[in-house]
């Protein structure tokens, strides 16, 4: 993701058009685009602004946040419980996300699920001549 365009090119812009120059204009003058002019004339004459507003960050956890008690609580009961289920829990209870951000409302706390059953079947046998190690 880019910088924001400085604050100081912004209000050259927007004095530019207060001036009388289009927003066309004063874009062309000022060497930027001419939507990224528009939205900064729009944006002073909304908001009394035209400072560049955060970019990027988390948006929409908040929404599944606000889940947590109830996620927990239903992983503390069912260890084993697939991300899938919980997304249909989630859902019966009016709230509708995705499988990737339940991984990441985990991945925030660090909690992993290994299925340890599973990569042990998965192993080969010992391959002969190996040195055996002691644990």
């Known amino acids: 993701?880019?910088?924001?365009?400085?604050?100081?090119?912004?209000?050259?812009?927007?004095?530019?058009?207060?001036?009388?120059?289009?927003?066309?204009?004063?874009?062309?003058?000022?060497?930027?685009?001419?939507?990224?002019?528009?939205?900064w004339v729009a944006q002073l004459t909304t908001q009394g602004s035209f400072a560049p507003r955060p970019?990027?960050?988390?948006?929409?956890?908040?929404r599944i946040e606000a889940e947590a008690d109830f996620i927990l609580s239903r992983v503390a009961e069912t260890p084993d419980i697939t991300l899938a289920e919980l997304q249909t829990l989630l859902s019966a209870r009016g709230v509708d996300v995705g499988i990737g951000t339940l991984w990441r409302f985990f991945d925030r706390r660090h909690i992993s699920f290994k299925k340890n059953c599973a990569r042990r079947r998965a192993r080969t046998g010992r391959r002969s001549g190996s040195a055996r190690r002691v644990v």
Request: with cysteine.
């Open 55 to 62: 970019q990027g960050g988390d948006q929409r956890s908040g």
């Open 1 to 39: 993701m880019g910088k924001p365009i400085s604050v100081d090119l912004r209000q050259r812009v927007c004095k530019a058009v207060s001036e009388g120059l289009s927003c066309r204009q004063a874009a062309l003058r000022f060497e930027v685009s001419a939507s990224s002019a528009i939205r």
